[in-house]
């Protein structure tokens, strides 16, 4: 066990060395990296939001409303349905899951018919077969309609990926650095964007739906305010995005959608330089917009962005173009935000943020620094105090912390493993517990030789003895490391990584760099001292 | 040079007086958990935490009292390392996870009105009460979920005998490390779950490397007394324990000292549940093998023997 051939000892070495190389790049600038000759790896430790600043935010796309909004077109269906064959109903509502009416008769084909319309509904929407994805329900006289599991969650799951395309879209068109964008569980998103610390504004982006809608204003009738919900069958009030107190009256048919918007860019009115957003309709757009425009002229007609009233401009003559402006009294970053939010889309659900965590770059900064100095401060520590208890041995378990602290780095870097604050906690627990593998060998190795053994047969049997202990000790740990890692997210994620690569990489040292040295020494031992004690 | 091999302590010998010292202990913490409870930082809570940092020390009542004006609820404010920097912490808003996005808002911009200098903001966390929960309940289990394996990879390598004694010792350290943060009423947060998962994992190893040794005197004085036996085994691996104990703390002291506020909590638990691991391994968990008739005849060829 104590001699070494070549190629092993080569072996060991070369990984060292490989770990070395990897680490090595940690201690340069990025431009003193750029002058190095190319065979020195570059890549440096990936830090986390924690240490170079940045935000991190939980979306979740709101389901529930997902289902709802499409119960509420499902809603204008049945009742035709109803209607055309002359059911009498009665009770009618839409609950967040389900529709429910009460009928006195309920004919099978007519439950056919509704059960079918849901085909028809889906197959534009979602493939899904030829199976119904409605669920009727009887019960007496009540009638409840609702979506199958199925079709739930393929809704859910598409609004979904829908919601992260929207999302990255928005984030890129701000040009942010580096974002990271993913989908977690089935209906949230994860969002990482280094060096903002202040996402107000992009919070404000995702906030928004972003539904974009060109509706004509209802000029039948005055919107009465001690009458605040009473509005012509047909058409629904809306609140005004520049007057508070002011409420519009709105048809309900939609004339043209965002979803027909080819483009927008803010600019400036030549005119009065205001603030405005143009935009550019696609054909289908462009030929609806003037077909209503044309027929249209002298009315107004309101431009509504999630259910609030921008501007209500009269329609002077038919707009044939396929192309217009919104002004509604915005500042030019408000028309630069617009732009983007009609650029990359309408959101099928609304985001809910649940969770927010910023951190500033200075503070990120003196996280690093007050590691660094605790680093060096532990290490040094436990330096002296192993040299202390066993002297040159203590010596030798010193050089292999220090080439264990560089095969952390070298690991970290190498597999771009994110390094967090407590990440850095987990490196200077590993500086504590790295020991413990020679601590656990160089104790037996001290045993063998009370007993009489000679120094060699001492360090191979204490080698041998401390085997399965330094194993069954260095698992326990890394079991828990691994939980953590499995439980854990963002910061506290990096302490498990940190962890589990310290155990690695000291039992590793353990049994070869420290072994190796130990066997050079005990050889190079004379014989007359061959059964020397370690403590004298 | 000091030297603690060759130690004769009899460390059974007050295994009572530990036991009841222990069960104190123990006592001492539930009481402490139900009547004070721990303080729940915002990830298990919910609400808002705001860093800031003033060029110009600040009056932190005076401040207190503007922002427990905004009707927000109950806003803590507290020095936080220096005078310079404080820490704002506002209780979860009832309404929803939407509701909580404003807090951060109206906050900044009285901040800003309120302090005639210049603020930096450090540091904004604001956790909904959806994801406090979630936090609560993922940190509950992964504490759990790690007993448990270690209670089945002690069974695996060693005896039953050994993975009760072990676990026991561990839930211990748990219940003691849950015990001092509900006394001192220090913040319990994200990362102490981390921490008590690596005194888990501490505690287990320290515990381990006593057992092992129990396991091999076993097999080695087959007519010793065991109480004798035990003894021995804690004896002869005491300088390990003490010298590993010794490195691991002189590093987490270096990080609670110079690493910075921000994981000073994380820290101190770290070194108690170091502290806690250490006594537990030697007053509890070998002590307990006493009575819990560990087998005697071990089978020199068994699958646990040939990896030596």
Redesign the interface.
Known sequence: MIYFSNIKISSILLVIFIALMFAIPNFFSKDQLNSFPSFIPKQQVNLGL?LQGGSHL?L?VDTVEIIKERLENLNSDVRRVLKKNNIQYSNFKNTDDNLKFVVEEFPAEIQKEISELSISNSQNILQMGDQTNLVILREENEVSISFTDEFVKLAVSNAVAQSLEIVRRRIDELGTREPSIQRQGSSRIIIQLPGI??P?RI?ALL?QTAKLTFQLVDTSTNYDPLNPKKAPVGSEILPSDADDSFKYIVKKRVMVGGENLVDAQPGFDPQTNEPIVSFRFDRLGASKFGRVTQQNVGKPFAIILDDTVISAPVIREAILGGSGQISGGFDSDEANDLAILLRAGALPAPL?????????P??GA??IE??Q???I???V??IL??MF?Y?YFGFLADIALIINLFMVLGILSLFQATLT??G??GI??T???A??AN??IF?RV??EI?SGSKMINAVENGY??A???I???????????V??FF??SG??RG??IT?AIGIFTSVFTAFTFTRLLISIYAKSLKPSLVGMKI?D | ???I??TKIDFLKSRIITFIFSSILVVLSFGAFFVSGLNFGIDFKGGTLI?I?TENEIEIAGLRDNLNSLSLGDVQVQEFGSKNNLLIRVEQQSGG??I??NV??IVKTSLNSYLSSEV?????????P??SGELIQ??A??IL??VF??LI?IWF?FEWQFSLGAVVALIHDVILTIGVFSITQLEFN??I??AI??I???S???T??VY??VRENLRKHRSKNIIDLLNLSIN??L??TI??S??????????F????E??KG??FA?IWGVVVGTYSSIFVAAPLLNYLDVKREWNTTSA?DS??
Request: glycine letters at 6%.
């Open positions: 924690d939980l979740e610390d202040d107000d919070k906030g809910i943020i649940l969770e927010e965590r910023s951190v500033g200075d503070l003196d996280s007050a590691g100095y605790a680093a401060i532990g290490f520590a436990v105090f192993m208890v002297r604050l407590p850095i906690a200077i627990l500086i504590g517990m020991v413990d601590v656990l104790e001290k045993e009370r041998k003895r085997l399965s202990t194993l069954d000790a260095n698992i326990t740990t890394l079991i828990a490391a939980i953590l439980m854990a910061p506290v302490f498990s962890l403590n | 040079m000091i030297d091999a060759n860093e940092e996870d939407q909580q996005q951060v808002e930096n903001f450090r540091r904004t966390e604001v956790v909904g959806k994801v993922s940190g289990i992964a979920a790690a394996a270690m990879y390598r994200l990362p779950i981390a998962l690596t888990v994992g501490y287990m190893n320290d381990v490397v092992d040794r002869e691996t300088s390990r010298v590993t010794v490195t691991t703390l002189l590093a987490l002291l270096s990080l000292i110079f690493g910075g921000v994981i994380f820290t770290m646990v990896t030596r």
